[in-house]
């Protein structure tokens, strides 16, 4: 295990009824407030009336800024950066899924940024230790774990860019999480988060970090939990215990409990970046189609991968065949086939939109040269023919594994 730094400052306010305590919440950090939000979700669900009555009644002032897009884009940061300084504001609400948050922490950096809020994304040691607005959350989309970390991605369709950043000062102050604002959440939208938050479990379990059992473990109990919830959140969208159990475990899934003490980096979500970027496809359908192919990748060019997988396929799935290469393929079967009859999914490129092949190798290319997919700190370092031919399988239904 290697040395870390954990820094999780946020303070959860989790379950039902607890909007009452949205005033105070906020009042500490000051009354003029940029309200964030995406589309019109909120106010059909009723969510929007609510805040709003409850901040007119304790005297905020609010500025809005909505339509925050599912990938939120460099424009609507760069507009609530412009809000905040021409009012003056004080504090951010972040009401929404994980990308209204992510658009709300780059605003809360870029608030005291002269330039555009692309150089923060672009060079992230301009963001590392900035000051930032304080930010506030109400989450309804469990899928990101944004509401309790320091990382935000942010698209730039302009140039097929989407970025990450990190900065302490951008881990929220205090995080809303009531499982009952997510029961409008579609059964798209729903299996999107699921697959989302297992991907994050993924990218943190497949190290090659020595003496992190403990974080593993916790790694795989989490997984579990997801599996056998997602498909009753699916069925029964207003089963409170499912919805509480995806919530809590999207959350803790990327705070760092996971991760810390552990050396790597992040291929699946690098390759899927590319495919947002150029298609502004929905973020965890991409990583539900990716992550399998990418698990067969491994284990068919890499025998070193046999036993992680194995030990993941046992101890997630109760998968035990004869051999760690067996086991590990049964897994990546039984994960493959959740995504597409559980989940309801769809596993190949062209159903996401992706009409057909002609960017697979500009994609590939940005993937290996932008994200050091082919450097030792990834977990199977991999050459642009292979995110090429990863994302060329992606365009058909799996059939070996």
Not at 27 to 35: D, I, P, T
Not at 134 to 154: Q, S
């Amino acid at each position: 295990m290697e040395n870390f730094r954990m820094y999780v400052p946020t303070d959860i306010r989790f379950g039902k009824n607890r909007l009452d305590e949205l005033p105070e919440s906020l009042a500490q950090f000051g009354k003029r407030v940029l309200l964030v939000y995406g589309g019109g979700s909120i106010k059909k669900s009723g969510l929007y009336q609510q805040v709003i009555d409850l901040l007119n009644a304790n005297d905020f002032y609010i500025q809005e800024l909505s339509g925050i897009e599912p990938n939120p884009r460099i424009e609507s940061v760069n507009e609530g950066a412009s809000l905040i300084k021409e009012h003056n504001l004080e504090v951010i609400l972040a009401v929404g899924g994980g990308s209204v948050v992510d658009a709300a922490k780059v605003m809360a950096g870029a608030a005291y940024y002269d330039g555009d809020a692309w150089d923060l994304i672009v060079n992230k040691e301009l963001m590392y230790d900035r000051k930032a607005l304080p930010l506030v959350d109400i989450l309804t989309l469990a899928a990101t774990g944004t509401e309790m970390n320091r990382n935000a991605v942010i698209s730039n369709l302009a140039i097929n860019e989407k970025k990450g950043t990190w900065g302490w000062n951008l881990i929220p102050q205090v995080s809303f999480l009531d499982p009952t604002t997510t029961y409008t959440v579609n059964k798209w939208q729903t299996a999107a988060g699921v697959a989302d938050t297992l991907s994050h479990l993924f990218e943190q379990y497949f190290n090659r970090t020595t003496g992190v059992e403990l974080q593993d473990n916790i790694a795989e109990g989490i997984m579990k939990t997801v599996i056998k919830y997602g498909p009753i959140a699916i069925v029964q969208p207003e089963d409170y215990d499912a919805r509480s159990n995806l919530l809590w475990a999207s959350t803790l899934a990327l705070n760092g409990l996971t991760s810390d003490g552990k050396a790597g980096g992040w291929s699946c979500h690098t390759i899927e970046h590319k495919l947002s970027a150029y298609y502004d496809i929905t973020h965890g359908t991409g990583l539900a189609i990716i992550t399998p192919r990418w698990m067969k990748h491994c284990i068919d060019t890499d025998s070193s991968t046999h036993e992680k997988f194995a030990i993941w396929a046992k101890n997630v799935f109760d998968i035990h065949e004869k051999t760690n290469e067996l086991t590990a393929r049964k897994g990546v079967e039984t994960l493959y086939n959740f995504f597409k009859q559980e989940m309801l999914i769809p596993m190949t490129l062209q159903e996401t939109g992706i009409p057909d092949t002609k960017d697979v190798l500009a994609m590939s290319s940005e993937a290996v040269n932008h994200g050091g997919l082919n450097t030792n700190r990834i977990f199977v370092p991999m050459e642009i023919e292979d995110v090429e031919k990863i994302l060329l399988e992606s365009f058909v239904e799996m059939s070996e594994f």
